[in-house]
């Protein structure tokens, strides 16, 4: 009798443990998150040792998305800041008509704007070539294409790595401001720089 209470014993302890184990929350492996055998766990150790530090101080895309992901929220608002205020102090460049030439107002400007990127050097920054309403679709897209390679080349002969710089032609659909008068159309040749998050 003895014998089948302590057997009653173990398979309800036993049943309780596996129930209180099939219990656990899902808060151990996160949805993107990916699972390294504990045999493979001990080599990425052993390789991280190993890396040089000019290995070291390059940052993938996935490595800044890691370290996004488990930023305080003190250094989340202080990076929004940063970005706010780059963002803010980047200035724009405006073209001559038909032109994708840099004036010397427009070198000057970028030379000001690659000085504040070099103080931020994690900064990517996006050109966004735009144009006039005159002229077909096409060519004012190719056309704030190669006002925006203008400045990317520009910025990377001040020394901002190419990495860093991105471009995009929104032609005529993005105009600064509406109107048909020389003052309008003299604003909407330009470029802008939008800080990426």
Known sequence: MQKRASF????????????????????????????????????????????????????TAAQQADTAKTSTPDQMAQKSSTTSQLQSALEKIYFDFDSANLTETARKTLTRNASLLMKDPTAKVRIEGNCDERGSAEYNVALGEQRARAALQYLKTLGVKPDRLFTLSYGKDKPAVVGSDEAAKAKNRRDEFVVLP
């Open 8 to 59: 009653y014993r173990v398979v309800v302890f036993s049943v309780a443990l596996f129930m209180t184990a099939g219990c656990a929350t899902h808060d151990g492996v996160k949805k993107d998150e990916s699972i390294v055998p504990a045999s493979n766990a001990q080599q990425i150790d052993q390789s991280k040792s190993n890396v040089t530090p000019a290995k070291q101080t390059d940052t």
